[in-house]
Structures are given as structure tokens and as C-alpha cells.
């Protein structure tokens, strides 16, 4: 096929990769200019990718670098489209979670032991 030689356009490119939806969207993200090429910024949809291209694109509030290993014939499904690319984004850390800093809450409403225990609290009468 003479188009796996030359390249392949990188809206189809990122269309078969499964790195989006359509290929109309696609086609928004390189031209709003969310897709470089070796470094260099593409603003055109039809720009071809060959094999060995590094692809540095801003998809899905992450940035990904990308190096392009094959051209695709077709949409496949994921574990296919994943063997287009070599992902060599760097591994983000996750966020460790916070803490709440409340005390517990208490489940349901409480018994005629832990009523006289709040008002001996509030009285200042509290033995524990």
C-alpha cells in the first residue's frame, strides 16, 4: 500500500489509534493546535505521520507523547490500536487522597445512655 509508506494523515492516524472518538474531532485538535509533530506544532489535518514520529498532543486534560510504530488499515479494536504507539508520557503521580478531619458521625439518633452523657458534658459533670 503506497500510503503506509509515505505516511498516513494524523487525524485518521489518531482516529485508528483510539486517542478519539471521530475523526472530526480529531481533526478540531490539530487544528486548534493541540498536536505536535517531532517538536514541531501541526495545523493542518491532512500533515502525514510516518513510523518513528513522536506525536506530543493534549487530549483528554493530560498530555501524552506518543511515538508512532505503525500506520493503521482500520479502526480495530483497542488491544490493535494500541500496538500503534509506544506511549512515552511520563508516569504522573497519583494525588494522595485527603483526609477527613470531622469527627465520625454517628449513625442514627442516639440512645438514653449517650443522651445523659452529652448533658452531663454540657453541665461539666462528665466522669466518662
Known amino acids: 500500500m503506497s500510503e503506509a509508506r509515505s505516511g498516513q494523515r494524523i487525524d485518521k492516524w489518531l482516529f485508528f489509534a483510539r486517542l ?6 480529531a481533526q478540531k485538535l490539530v487544528v486548534s493546535g493541540a498536536v505536535r509533530i517531532n517538536r514541531e506544532k501541526v495545523s493542518s489535518a491532512a500533515r502525514l505521520v ?3 514520529d513522536v506525536l506530543t498532543l493534549s ?3 493530560r498530555v501524552r507523547v506518543l511515538k508512532v510504530v505503525a500506520i493503521g488499515d482500520r479502526r480495530g479494536p483497542a488491544p490493535e490500536a494500541q500496538e500503534l ?7 504522573v503521580p497519583a494525588t494522595p487522597s485527603v ?3 470531622s469527627a465520625p458521625v454517628a449513625e442514627g439518633r442516639p440512645d438514653r445512655r449517650e443522651r445523659r ?4 458534658f454540657k453541665r461539666g459533670g462528665f466522669d466518662g
Open 50 to 52: 510516518r513510523p518513528g
Open 59 to 61: 487530549v483528554h486534560e
Open 20 to 25: 478519539l472518538k471521530t475523526r472530526s474531532l
Open 117 to 120: 452523657e452529652a448533658a452531663a
Open 99 to 101: 483526609e477527613r478531619l
Open 85 to 91: 504507539y509506544e506511549d512515552l508520557s511520563p508516569v
